[in-house]
């Protein structure tokens, strides 16, 4: 459990919760770029078996999509989530109570089935590299599955033991695999040149399979959602901003610096990524034979790979190769890094997660085993993969423009809300024609929808008796009201859910309490009100605000779960005081069990018991446990 408030950096990216030391934003691309620049190893492999001759066309569109669409999103992402958060985070500030927190654990879901298959597809393809190399052992031939568990196994203990230089491994296969990549791609293009026959041999077969140029065109619009893949790097750029240099002058709520870097980041790998998408489609589709793209032949998977051994023989693409196998891998690493970004910032502090989901260790045994079992679900098959790793890409690509769309509304942004609307279409059209026609992809991800909406209410009802408020901060007033009552040697509060606020309301209410409760009539009591609000929200810090109302001190907090708020009160104000209080309390009227229904949707319901079990939970020596008194 060593881990669970992470301050040591040694688990560096963008879970950390201190970032120590943050780096130019060129050298924090290179981390999201694990993720972003590694698809290469597959991308125009996938592509080319997706849209066949019409792979570099369907390529165009994604590519206009990329630097129009997605591009656009996400430099507004990174303005109004600096934090790191990402388009979930905006989400749920533009989405309140409950239908937000459904919402954001149904993105988790897709966000989840993106990071893992990345995971899985990353190692998945590195092991084919490295089957397919020529001086591969013998005893790799037909390894795909067990190459592909070592390499996820080992991830995971990279990550149990800690993963501070992740930026500096970044850095170096990053540059090494665009400039491998930039020799490939140049050699191509020359081959190409120098024969331009294989232009008209794919002009030929292009418009006799196909027809005509708008049915080309047609053809490509329909297609290019199957090329997804390449817009994968765009959430982990914002995942990766509290990574980038700031200006201690900027403001805290408004870092302009790092806000500048984020975008120069995502701007410049998009730009280098689309120059890479069209050159690979081209040229790998006019100089490989169709066949080989298919299950079985040697450029299914690694299409730029075969091209590095054909045309720069066994050394240079035996070179390629381990430099593709080290960034499929590491692309793993950004990935989990993005898991465990999300899950400690959302799951816990909804109630929806043990407090074990915080820590690093804990969290990595989880999605490891996972990684497993999806590994050998698809049997380390890279193409059987891609259908729900585009899924989880464009789903959170569409939530990114869906939320940009949404603030621009809200802060009547004519022009940008008509710009991103016309995106989020684009976007949802995607999205639905990839569910269409490759549905696996929402399988999986609802399958890890169902399973953290269920692991999630059984963990809310489990921690339904903990105490819920990380601190409780008293108001000067607040603070001299106990101190006073403390000196008397008694701390007496009386539970009082306000109605009309009147007068005669608290009178009303003390005399109650004093006649059934026996009261001393001379004890001084303190009103204690929790003003309801979002229930929804699991944690809270509490502000406690004292005030005089009618003559009666009353004490004033708000929150969205009344009796853990009670209880956190109590025992704030005994630690303070050293004194151990009463609560006096009514019963609730009512049906208990719809009452404990009420208690868990809106945090109301069943006040006194619940709040009596939270505070036997919360202290065990009953000497020091505030009681609590009921009629």
Not at 466 to 471: C, D, N, Y
Not at 515 to 539: K, M, Q
Request: include cysteine.
């Amino acid at each position: 459990m060593t881990g669970l408030v992470d301050d040591s950096g040694a688990h560096q990216g963008p879970h950390a919760k201190r970032v120590e030391h943050t780096n130019s934003w060129w050298r924090v691309m290179c981390l999201t770029g694990l993720d972003y620049f590694s698809t290469l190893g597959y991308q125009p492999a996938i592509a080319a078996l997706a849209a066949g001759l019409v792979s570099p066309f369907a390529t165009l569109v994604l590519v206009a999509l990329t630097l129009f669409g997605a591009l656009p999103v996400y430099r507004r992402v990174a303005k109004e989530s600096f934090k790191g958060s990402g388009s979930i985070a905006m989400l749920e500030r533009l989405l309140p109570w409950w239908a937000g927190k459904l919402f954001v654990l149904v993105l988790l879901g897709f966000a989840a089935t993106d990071f893992m298959i990345t995971i899985t597809l990353s190692a998945a393809d590195a092991s084919a590299h490295a089957i397919a190399n020529p001086f591969a052992p013998a005893w790799f031939e037909g390894g795909q599955v067990w190459i592909t568990l070592v390499l996820i196994a080992l991830l995971g203990l990279v990550f149990l033991k800690g993963f501070r230089e992740a930026i500096r491994v970044a850095v170096v296969l990053v540059a090494v695999f665009l400039a491998l990549n930039l020799v490939v791609v140049v050699v191509a293009i020359w081959h190409v040149i120098e024969n331009p026959v294989v232009i008209e041999d794919w002009w030929s077969a292009l418009f006799t399979q196909h027809g005509d140029p708008l049915l080309v065109i047609g053809v490509a619009l329909i297609v290019f959602p199957k090329l997804a893949l390449g817009l994968s790097g765009f959430e982990t750029g914002v995942a990766v901003m509290p990574q980038i240099h700031g200006s201690q002058n900027d403001p805290p709520n408004d870092p302009q610096t790092r806000i500048r870097g984020a975008r120069r980041l995502l701007t410049t790998a998009a730009v280098i990524m689309s120059a890479f998408l069209i050159t690979s489609s081209f040229t790998t589709t006019l100089l490989i034979p169709q066949a080989e793209f298919q299950p079985g032949g040697e450029a299914n998977g690694r299409a730029l790979a075969y091209l590095a051994h054909e045309f720069l023989g066994e050394a240079f693409g035996t070179v390629y190769d381990v430099s593709t196998i080290l960034i499929l891998w590491f692309a793993g690493a950004s990935a989990m890094a993005g898991l465990l970004n999300l899950v400690p910032r959302y799951l816990p502090k909804y109630g929806m997660a043990p407090q074990w989901a915080r820590a690093v260790r804990p969290l990595v045994i989880v999605f490891i085993a996972i990684a497993f079992l999806i590994t050998i679900i698809f049997e380390a098959d890279v193409d059987a993969q891609g259908g729900a790793y585009a899924t989880g890409v464009l789903v959170l690509i569409t939530s990114a423009s869906v939320a940009v769309t949404i603030s621009a509304r809200q802060r009547r942004q004519r022009p940008q809300f008509i710009g991103f609307g016309v995106i989020t279409v684009v976007f949802l059209y995607t999205t639905a024609l990839n569910i269409v026609e490759r549905p696996d992809g929402l399988r999986i991800a609802a399958l890890f929808i169902l399973g953290i909406l269920v692991i999630s209410l059984v963990s809310r009802v489990g921690r339904s008796f903990e105490l819920r408020a990380p601190t409780v901060a008293f108001d000067p007033v607040a603070t001299e009201f106990i101190a006073d009552d403390a000196e008397r040697g008694e701390l007496l509060f009386i539970a009082h859910e306000p109605h009309s606020e009147s007068g005669h309301e608290y009178a009303a209410k003390d005399r109650d309490e004093r006649r059934y409760s026996n009261i001393p009539a001379g004890a001084r009591t303190i009103f204690l009100e929790v003003h309801p609000s979002d229930s929804s929200d699991f944690e809270e810090d509490l502000d406690v605000v004292g005030s005089s109302q009618f003559g009666y001190r009353v004490l004033r907090v708000r929150s969205g779960n009344v009796p853990n708020t009670i209880a956190a009160v109590l025992l704030a104000a005994r630690d303070a005081t050293g004194v151990v209080p009463t609560v006096y309390c009514e019963w609730t009227e009512g049906n208990p069990i719809s009452n404990m229904f009420r208690y868990l949707i809106t945090g109301v319901g069943e006040v006194a018991p619940v709040t009596r079990e939270v505070l036997r939970e919360a202290e065990p020596d009953l000497k020091r446990r505030p009681a609590v008194h009921v009629v």
